[in-house]
């Protein structure tokens, strides 16, 4: 039985009616980063459209085994390493940390730093925590509807999507 206190997609047509009803813009502006920037990268795009769906980052790891079921596992990861990859970038890059320390858990020590930038997809959970932060700083272009993201939801959702060559 579905939990009431999380998201549980188990259908592409929920997971679009839970991105329009929880006012998309962020999650669209997001996604539309990623693709430009990430062309070829379709699950990372995905990440950055349903990355606001599966919570705050304390209750980060069994919301993304949602968006696992639906969207498969490297989709699910990423959102998962969202947040490590903003601590991260914190240890890296000084001024990166975002503002308000709130949950987020502070800078990564020069261990946990060193490990997680042994993680095959932490490279891409970089890039969809800097869009994700671009995304909020500033309007931009217009990033589209919902619905212009469904082919793609389909496609992920029937496994049809292939990780690029650098990620697998």
């Not at 669209?28 to 606001?52: F, M, N």
């Not at 990861?77 to 990859?85: F, G, K, Q, S």
Request: glycine share 10%.
């Amino acid at each position: 039985m579905p939990s009431p206190h999380r998201f549980e997609p188990r259908t592409v047509e929920e997971l679009m009616a839970a991105l329009r009803a929880c006012g998309p813009e962020h999650a669209l502006r997001t996604a539309a980063l990623l693709r430009r920037a990430h062309p070829s990268d379709k699950e990372l795009q995905l990440a950055g459209l349903v990355h606001g769906l599966v919570g705050d980052p304390g209750r980060a790891a069994p919301d993304t085994e949602a968006v696992r079921g639906l969207l498969g596992d490297r989709v699910a990861r990423l959102v998962r390493l969202r947040e490590a990859a903003r601590r991260y970038l914190a240890a890296v890059e000084p001024g990166a940390a975002p503002a308000g320390s709130g949950s987020w858990g502070g800078a990564m020590s020069p261990g946990e730093a060193a490990a997680f930038e042994a993680d095959p997809l932490a490279r891409d959970a970089v890039a969809l925590c800097r869009a994700t932060d671009d995304a909020g700083r500033a309007a931009g272009p217009d990033a589209g509807v919902v619905e212009d993201w469904r082919e793609l939801l389909e496609r992920a959702a029937q496994g049809l999507l292939r990780a690029p060559a650098h990620s697998r």
